[in-house]
Nanobody, 123 residues
Framework: QVQLVESGGGLVQAGGSLRLSCAAS????????MGWFRQAPGKEREFVAQ????????LYSDSVKGRFTISRNNAKNTVSLQMNSLKPEDTAMYYC????????????????WGQGTQVTVSS
């Protein structure tokens, strides 16, 4: 079991930036693929980004590619999501995830979830 705690959400104007962070409580953090999903009001939860244990591979959804950057620090058990050029459609609850298989993008395939942090982008 991995406990995940997100932080860094908030209100930002369109075109602005935010950096989300997720702290994981596990002794085997470096063994997990870490990722981010999001869920907007009235919409299904969707994949945003993920990063391999050694940071050698990353995967992004088409909607955020080129604007968001995922990174991790295995020494500190943290994963971050740098979000630039934010758009109103990026407004959502953002969830940190931990799993074992790289490339999974369906919420049903994810076992470990944080509680989420709200991101609101005003136009």
């Amino acid at each position: 079991q991995v406990q995940l705690v997100e932080s860094g959400g908030g209100l930002v104007q369109a075109g602005g930036s935010l950096r989300l962070s997720c702290a994981a409580s596990t002794r085997t953090f470096s063994a997990y693929i870490m990722g981010w999903f999001r869920q907007a009001p009235g919409k299904e939860r969707e994949f945003v980004a993920q990063i391999s244990p050694g940071s050698t591979s990353t995967l992004y959804s088409d909607s955020v590619k080129g604007r968001f950057t995922i990174s991790r620090n295995n020494a500190k058990n943290t994963v971050s999501l740098q979000m630039n050029s934010l758009k109103p459609e990026d407004t959502a609850m953002y969830y940190c995830t931990a799993h074992r298989v790289f490339g999974v993008t369906l919420p049903s395939q994810i076992a470990q979830w944080g509680q989420g942090t709200q991101v609101t982008v005003s136009s």
